[in-house]
């Protein structure tokens, strides 16, 4: 099966800078890595995610980058704000069979942005 | 959107009693719903994988005669936690994919069970 490692698992940063949180997964097959945000006591949502055929995406002050043959992929945040702590979770998706696809989730990341 | 609804938010049972929840897709069909359990701090563990119409997927180590899953339309899961003991307490939170969709997850808001 796969296995998802993220770091760091706490991550601290002043406002207004970046943060960068990375995960490696263990089986190449996995072709979808979403990235999701998890506010206290409330569910994920999903923020960005990316396909095994791009290397990097952007969307506004979110980005996601993938090295397929390093097996790692990133989420980085620029001109963090203070809504922006929450817990991330980053994810590796690997078809199963029949259909169906499962996800496998990093252990988490709690960033706090510092006002 | 994409919107997946969860009931109920909160549960306060006593030991040996049976809990059931249910995870619905608002406005889209789910060919596939994911169960998860979330303990605190920690990240979600997968328990089982419900196709429409079949039996469940469950993940090593989760009983199958504990945590009865049925997914009985395309749109609606349930979880049904039987003979809870105070272990069982922790978030519990669905997700479902689009049928025919690609591999995006939409979260429930998750159930909150203690079992005292």
């Known amino acids: 099966g796969e296995n998802v490692e993220q770091h760091p698992s706490t991550l601290s940063v002043q406002e207004g800078d970046s943060a960068v949180i990375k995960c490696t997964y263990s089986?190449?097959?996995?072709?979808?890595f979403p990235w999701y945000k998890q506010e206290l006591g409330k569910r994920p949502q999903l923020i960005i995610d990316i396909r095994s055929n791009v290397g990097e995406k952007k969307d506004q002050r979110i980005a996601v980058t993938l090295n397929k043959t390093a097996k790692h992929f990133s989420l980085h945040i620029t001109e963090t704000q203070p809504e922006d702590s929450a817990v991330y979770f980053c994810a590796a998706t690997l078809y199963s069979g029949a259909g169906s696809y499962q996800l496998t989730f990093g252990k988490g990341t709690k960033l706090s942005v510092i006002p | 959107g994409a919107v997946v609804s969860q009931h109920p938010s909160w549960v306060i049972c006593k030991s040996g009693t049976s809990v059931k929840i249910e995870c619905r897709s608002l406005d889209f069909q789910a060919t596939t719903m994911f169960w998860y359990r979330q303990f605190p701090k920690q990240s979600l563990m997968l328990m089982a994988t419900?196709?429409?119409?079949?039996?469940?997927?469950?993940e090593q180590g989760v009983e199958k005669d504990k945590f009865l899953i049925n997914h009985a339309s395309l749109t609606l899961s349930t979880l049904t936690v039987t003979s809870a003991h105070p272990e069982d307490s922790s978030f519990y939170i669905c997700?479902?994919?689009?049928?025919?969709?690609?591999?995006?997850?939409?979260f429930g808001p998750g159930t909150r069970l203690l079992v005292l």
């Open positions: 997700s479902a994919r689009r049928a025919g969709g690609p591999e995006t997850q939409y």
């Open positions: 089986d190449s097959a996995s072709n979808y």
């Open positions: 419900s196709n429409e119409g079949s039996k469940a997927t469950y």
